[in-house]
């Protein structure tokens, strides 16, 4: 990613919006890769990497409020394919990515990513840098109502109704299954086993 990220910052200094050129970018690391980020000097004032490194997994306290925090204060949030993407919908953030061969096996390769940049995800589809930018550019110079934010959390998010946890319906649904007096089918269980999501993934599914 980090390659990319020259790249981004390359386009969005040509950009010929100055809101874009200006504008102060966080870029933030995933947990479990934060090696190619170390020690990394982007060389500009309007941008930063943080945090450089995390205390572990799962996140602390203080690091999930500051992971929060950076959603709530952004303008935009610009991901490849990340759940802070969903994230920033539960905050109203507009959502942005661009599309790349370098990032298929985590975009277009993955079945939720549909779900994102869909006809009702809540995330902007660009092909290129520079028609990234221009939504971008556009973004800032509008203020979003939110209301596709909303959308994508009410359908995908808390499909059962903005009151109902998805996770306890989860654990229930779970708890459901295990009480069941008949087990599953053999052949169904097969599909679990380790030789049949090897021979999957070969096949190139996940």
């Not at 996770?167 to 380790?194: E, K, N, W, Y």
Request: proline content about 6%; charged content about 15%; some cysteine.
């Amino acid at each position: 990613l980090f390659p990319y990220t020259t790249l981004f910052r390359s386009a969005r200094q040509a950009s010929a919006s100055p809101a874009v050129r200006q504008a102060f970018v966080m870029f933030r690391p995933h947990p479990g890769n934060t090696a190619p980020w170390m020690q990394v000097d982007l060389g500009e004032q309007g941008a930063i990497i943080f945090p450089a490194a995390y205390s572990g997994m799962p996140l602390s306290a203080e690091e999930i409020r500051t992971f929060r925090y950076s959603l709530a204060t952004s303008t935009a949030v610009v991901g490849i394919n990340t759940t802070a993407m969903i994230e920033a919908a539960i905050f109203k953030k507009p959502v942005f990515t661009v599309r790349d061969a370098a990032f298929d096996h985590s975009q277009t390769q993955t079945l939720h990513f549909g779900h994102l940049a869909g006809e009702q995800g809540n995330t902007a589809t660009a092909q290129t840098l520079p028609e990234h930018f221009a939504q971008l550019d556009r973004a800032f110079a509008s203020v979003d109502s939110g209301a596709a934010a909303e959308r994508f959390v009410e359908r995908f998010v808390r499909p059962l109704g903005l009151g109902t946890s998805a996770t306890d319906h989860l654990c229930d649904v779970i708890a459901s299954i295990a009480s069941r007096s008949t087990p599953f089918p053999a052949a169904a269980m097969g599909a679990f086993s380790p030789e049949s999501r090897a021979s999957r993934t070969k096949g190139g599914q996940s």
